[in-house]
């Protein structure tokens, strides 16, 4: 079965930091785009970044110059180096792509960032 996994979630004083990590497992022909996406209570999923195949970035304006995406082909895995955190980053934080041409999303890590 082709899925995504995330980990590195957890509890943060506002100002630290965090890295996630997202492997793509199963039997997997093509990667496409990968991505990090986030919802808080209330709220609709929003972007956060997301990296093409060849490493083109994309970040939303209330991250930039915050959090770092990145990935490594060769391990199926992207990341999200998260600095500088605020206590509105608190979220669960999906992981995304196109794996062997269907969207894929992970089950979700919480993120909490205390004031």
């Known amino acids: 079965q082709v899925q995504l996994v995330e980990s590195g979630g957890g509890l943060v004083q506002a100002g630290g930091s965090l890295r996630l990590s997202c492997v793509a497992s199963?039997?997997?022909?093509?990667?496409?785009?990968m991505g990090w996406y986030r919802q808080a209570p209330g709220k609709q999923r929003e972007l956060v970044a997301t990296i093409s195949s060849f490493g083109s970035t994309n970040y939303a304006d209330s991250v930039k110059g915050r959090f770092t995406i990145s990935r490594d082909n060769a391990k199926n895995t992207v990341y999200l180096q998260m600095n500088s955190l605020k206590p509105e980053d608190t979220a669960v934080y999906y992981c995304?792509?196109?794996?062997?041409?269907?969207?894929?999303w992970g089950q979700g890590t919480q993120v909490t960032v205390s004031s």
């Open positions: 199963g039997r997997i022909f093509r990667i496409d785009d």
């Open positions: 995304n792509s196109d794996l062997n041409w269907r969207d894929t």
